[in-house]
């Protein structure tokens, strides 16, 4: 069982940036592909980025394309999230989670997760 711990959140202003971070602790981050999912008030958890194991493969929401990047360190047991452009829209609770490496493809439904961290939340502002 992997333990998850999401950290970089915070209050930016429209057009800012954010590095959002999940580090992972029990198990190794390289057993598991691993996603950011994102939940504003009153709405459904939403599917953020993805990427496969070994990082050779990532998958976007059509929202985030061209502003956000999911990366992996496996050496170092962390997942980020780097948030270009942010806009106001963007605020919301952020989560990493973890699904089996076997997988095929990149993971975009919450119910392909096993694992889930607390949450980091983000504001911005206009």
């Known amino acids: 069982q992997v333990q998850l711990v999401e950290s970089g959140g915070g209050s930016v202003q429209a057009g800012g940036s954010l590095r959002l971070s999940c580090a992972a602790s029990?198990?190794?981050?390289?057993?598991?592909?691993m996603g950011w999912f994102r939940q504003a008030p009153g709405k459904e958890r939403e599917f953020v980025a993805a990427?496969?194991?070994?990082?050779?493969?990532?998958g976007y929401a059509d929202f985030v394309k061209g502003r956000f990047t999911i990366s992996r360190d496996n050496a170092k047991n962390t997942l980020y999230l780097q948030m270009n452009s942010l806009k106001p829209e963007d605020t919301a609770v952020y989560y990493c989670?973890?699904?089996?490496?076997?997988?095929?493809?990149?993971?975009?439904?919450?119910?392909?997760?096993?694992?889930w961290g607390q949450g980091t939340p983000v504001t911005v502002s206009s």
């Open positions: 989670a973890a699904a089996p490496r076997s997988i095929v493809g990149v993971p975009t439904l919450p119910s392909t997760y096993d694992f």
């Open positions: 029990g198990r190794t981050l390289s057993n598991y592909a």
């Open positions: 990427i496969t194991w070994r990082g050779g493969s990532t």
